[in-house]
């Protein structure tokens, strides 16, 4: 069987972070208000239709134009990360030139997945240390 006929066509995501902080953020970052489907809280996207929107509060949100970008996102919830040593084999590889395209893919998608686990991280530690002095 192949694979593509068996994935999934409509995706359920996490609502972004930023859209709980304002409405205001919602309405700049998208292209306009659409009626809502679901009515419920999340970023939708549309495999098929290649659609993304965003509901929250019972409204949604056209958010094609970010359409890559949330791909990219869904990349990198689904990737399962890399021994230290399969990631330098891998970079050995990719400097000797011998690397295919989809070895690379993996080695950057794992190395932007480690980057962006070690950034929450440390934005986790500096805010337990502002809870910190401020009490």
Known sequence: MNSKKNRLTLVVL???WWVKYSTESIVNCTSGEIPPIFFRDGLYLDRICKWVWIEYEKKA?????????VKYELNLLNH??????????????????L???????LYYTDRDWKEIRKTERNARKIRIEIQKDNK
């Open 61 to 69: 949100y056209d958010y094609t134009n970010n359409y890559d970008y």
């Open 80 to 97: 399962t990360p890399l021994t230290n040593k399969q990631s330098q084999y891998i970079n050995f590889i990719i400097k000797s030139k």
């Open 99 to 105: 690397a295919t395209k989809e070895l690379k893919h």
């Open 14 to 16: 996490p609502l972004p």
